[in-house]
């Protein structure tokens, strides 16, 4: 069965604190993906990432980076972690995309909750 | 630009009646479309997808969606809805090299 987790369900996290959010999944999958989900605003891109080492800034990498070391984990980098910073954190991962012939749906893990003091 | 439009951002329904919740998107080609389900505190369920042939596309837990090129649009149906399908509904079409573009979002409540 698909499994991607985030290593935490909450958090709560003073203003300034270097923040480090994990993702793993379990499907051999390529691409990975982190969002930020606001209400009325939907989900929206940060980063991600196609490749082992590789990464692209999304819609709103700003105040954000990630690292990937290996192709199953995914982290998130809040450097000096901000009041604006505090939402939903949502990680996902995918194969390639119909160029390769394999689907490109999402699978998404349950969420981190970040509140930032 | 790929966008995708969810026009309401609240639908009550009563238990057993009929649903259609409402996405239009903007792409330039040939668009891959999704129908997420994401209960309160969870993380995102896929619905259902659309990558091409039938235009009709059956997903889990009853539901369905029509891809209607001339429209732009792909709406999500279900016949009769169960007061477990209270959630929020997201629409996306797929990007470049799989990158997903979200709408906002449709909260659906069931009332009694």
């Known amino acids: 069965d698909v499994k991607v987790t985030q290593s935490s369900r909450y958090l709560v996290k003073r203003t300034g604190e270097k923040v480090f959010l994990e993702c793993v999944q379990d499907m051999d999958h390529e691409n990975m993906f982190w969002y930020r989900q606001d209400p009325g605003l939907g989900l929206r891109l940060i980063?991600?990432?196609?490749?082992?080492?590789m990464k692209e800034k999304g819609d709103i990498?700003?105040?954000?980076?990630?690292?990937?070391?290996?192709?199953?984990r995914f982290s998130l980098i809040l450097e000096s972690a901000s009041t604006n910073q505090t939402s939903m954190y949502l990680c996902a991962s995918s194969h390639d995309g119909p160029s390769s012939g394999r689907e490109d749906?999402?699978?998404?893990?349950?969420?981190?909750r970040l509140t930032v003091l | 630009a790929q966008s995708v439009t969810q026009p309401d951002i609240h639908i009550t329904v009563s238990e057993g009646a009929s649903l259609e919740l409402r996405c239009n998107y903007s792409y330039g080609a040939t668009p891959y479309l999704f129908?997420?389900?994401?209960?309160?505190?969870q993380g995102l369920q896929l619905l259902l997808k659309y990558f091409s042939g039938d235009t009709?596309?059956?997903?889990?837990k009853g539901f369905e969606a029509e891809f209607k090129r001339s429209q732009s649009s792909f709406?999500?149906?279900?016949?009769s809805v169960h007061w477990s399908d209270?959630?929020?509904?997201?629409?996306?079409?797929g990007a470049l090299v799989g990158k997903l573009v979200f709408g906002t979002g449709t909260r659906l409540l069931v009332s009694p």
Do not use: H, M
């Open chain 1, 47 to 53: 980063y991600f990432s196609y490749d082992v080492k």
């Open chain 1, 61 to 72: 990498p700003e105040g954000y980076s990630v690292s990937r070391e290996k192709k199953e």
């Open chain 1, 105 to 112: 749906t999402q699978y998404f893990g349950p969420g981190t």
């Open chain 2, 35 to 41: 129908w997420y389900v994401q209960s309160p505190g």
């Open chain 2, 56 to 60: 009709l596309v059956q997903g889990i």
């Open chain 2, 75 to 79: 709406n999500l149906r279900k016949p």
């Open chain 2, 86 to 93: 209270a959630a929020e509904y997201f629409c996306a079409v």
